[in-house]
């Protein structure tokens, strides 16, 4: 079934109007009709399966039929902190990090990044856009949060007690992924991964990172393109925290 995030006044009552955009796509798009069932979710983690009854391209009345509350949130949240790298390679990211169960995307400038400089909020925007349609493809209740870009600095200084958090590097003195998940004691409240960028992290940064109790990972002996690395360590932090239905 399709699903949809509206704004959250839209599913208030019982008679839902659904207009804008979405009207447009479940019309002309999509080619829907009175009887049919989709899904609509506010970010609230709420879903609501409704039937529509009257459509037109400019506003589609429905009704709710179910609500429930889709368990597709991982219990740890994983918040990726990706170095800034070229727009292809960082949109490739947000969506493999959003179907992978990612609460929060920090795009981060570090001292080798590609980038430098602020973002624009077009960019941003494009960016929310494709968080939210890889939320809504692979079923989740809720769309990632994403935050603006901002300096490995500032990034690190939001590592916090009760967090797990790691860096990735190629450094030799970095302690395997598996045996940091295995030493601990419980799953940890939230995960935060800092990924490097295509020129890796300059000694100096994973020093900084040590400092403020970030402990430096590898993912083994080779070496990961830096929009393939995130991916791969959110995927086997998720199956170590059994996020992945075993
Ligand atoms: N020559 C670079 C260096 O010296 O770090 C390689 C950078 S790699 C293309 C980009 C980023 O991906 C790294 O900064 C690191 O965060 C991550 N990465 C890639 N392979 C890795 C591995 N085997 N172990 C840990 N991190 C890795």
Redesign the pocket.
């Known amino acids: 079934m399709h699903r949809f995030f509206v704004p959250p006044s839209w599913l208030e009552g019982e008679r839902l109007s659904l207009t804008g955009p979405l009207a447009h796509q479940l019309v002309r798009v999509l080619r829907m009709r009175p009887g049919d069932h989709i899904v609509l979710l506010d970010n609230s983690g709420w879903a609501v399966e409704v039937e529509l009854d009257q459509l037109t391209p400019q506003s589609v009345q429905a009704h709710p039929v179910h609500r429930w509350q889709p368990q597709t949130e991982p219990r740890t949240r994983l918040c990726l902190y990706q170095?800034l790298t070229s727009e292809k390679k960082l949109d490739w990211v947000l969506q493999k990090g959003t179907e992978l169960g990612a609460a929060c995307f920090t795009p981060t400038i570090t001292r080798r990044s590609l980038l430098q400089g602020d973002v624009s909020e077009n960019k941003l925007e494009r960016w929310r856009r494709i968080l939210t349609e890889a939320a809504e493809q692979s079923g989740r209740a809720r769309i990632p949060e994403l935050t603006p870009p901002m300096s490995l600095e500032q990034a690190l200084s939001q590592a916090a007690d009760g967090h797990l958090s790691l860096?990735?590097?190629?450094?030799p003195t970095?302690r395997p992924?598996r045996a940091v998940l295995e030493s601990q004691a419980a799953a940890p409240q939230q995960v935060d991964l800092?990924?490097?960028?295509?020129?890796?992290?300059e000694p100096a940064e994973i020093e900084l990172a040590r400092q403020q109790g970030v402990q430096?990972?590898?993912?083994?002996?080779?070496?990961?393109?830096?929009e393939?690395?995130?991916i791969?360590?959110l995927a086997a932090i998720s199956y170590a925290l059994g996020e992945m239905g075993q």
Do not use: K
């Open positions: 170095a860096i990735a590097t190629v450094e970095a992924l800092f990924i490097g960028p295509e020129g890796g992290f430096p990972i590898s993912l083994g002996p080779r070496i990961l393109r830096t393939t690395a995130g791969v360590a």
